[in-house]
């Protein structure tokens, strides 16, 4: 069964520092996402794409965060200047259409120390 | 904004007992409500998944029913085994929004004894 690929599996950063994630989706999939789990808390949104922009963000999804498809593959999460707070599992999803499930990757732990 | 909220947070139960978890939720505009399953270090996966023009689905050991007017969805695990130990978490969102933009309830720890 095709798999959403997350690298790396674990980050580690300084505050203030530029991090990327990394996935690589599904290869039909259209719609790409990126969630945050902070430890003990729930996962949250942060951003949807399709076509090449983005769709919607919440509200943590401020000036920090970008997110780009550099080609037909990946898809990338970028945070700009890291806080102690962007401190999570980073997963990223995938789904083949808008009301089709989403499919999760493995997840990339960031710890900014 | 939507508020999904899910309970017990950790339940344990003797194999081949039965397994329930419930959810509620703010929005009346939601009308996706998936489950995931996480196992320890590994993704969420989808186990079952149900739209709100149905009150019942079923797919082997695994049920979820929903309740629209009362505005809450459960998971209904039965003759559980070992391996449906995880961690599972409900999600909701609407067509309004957008049913990527998933809305997770804060997880339910089973752990299934021998």
């Known amino acids: 069964e095709p798999e959403v690929t997350q690298t790396p599996s674990h980050q580690v950063t300084q505050m203030g520092q530029e991090v990327i994630l990394r996935c690589v989706p599904i290869?039909?999939?259209?719609?790409f996402y990126w969630y945050r789990q902070i430890l003990g808390q729930k996962v949250e949104f942060l951003v949807s794409f399709y076509n090449n922009e983005i769709s919607e963000k919440s509200e943590i999804f401020d000036d920090q965060f970008s997110v780009e498809r550099p080609d037909g593959s990946n898809f990338t999460l970028k945070i700009r200047s890291t806080k102690l707070e962007d401190s999570a599992m980073y997963f990223c999803a995938s789904s083949a259409s808008e009301i089709l499930p989403l499919h999760f990757g493995n997840g990339t732990r960031l710890t900014v120390t | 904004g939507e508020n999904v909220e899910q309970h017990p947070s950790t339940l344990s139960v003797q194999e081949g007992d039965s397994a329930v978890i419930k959810c509620t939720y703010s929005d009346s505009a939601s009308n996706y409500f998936p489950w995931y399953k996480q196992e320890l270090g590994k993704r969420p996966q989808l186990i079952i998944d149900?739209?709100?023009?149905?009150g019942e689905k079923k797919d082997q050991r695994i049920a979820v029913t929903l309740n629209k007017t009362a505005k809450h969805f459960s998971l209904h695990i039965t003759e559980t085994q070992p391996e449906d130990s995880a961690v599972y978490f409900c999600?909701?969102?609407?067509?309004?929004?957008?049913?990527?933009?998933?809305?997770f309830g804060a997880g339910t720890q089973v752990v299934v004894t021998p």
């Open positions: 999600a909701a969102s609407s067509r309004a929004n957008s049913w990527g933009k998933l809305q």
């Open positions: 290869s039909n999939h259209l719609y």
């Open positions: 149900i739209r709100s023009n149905v």
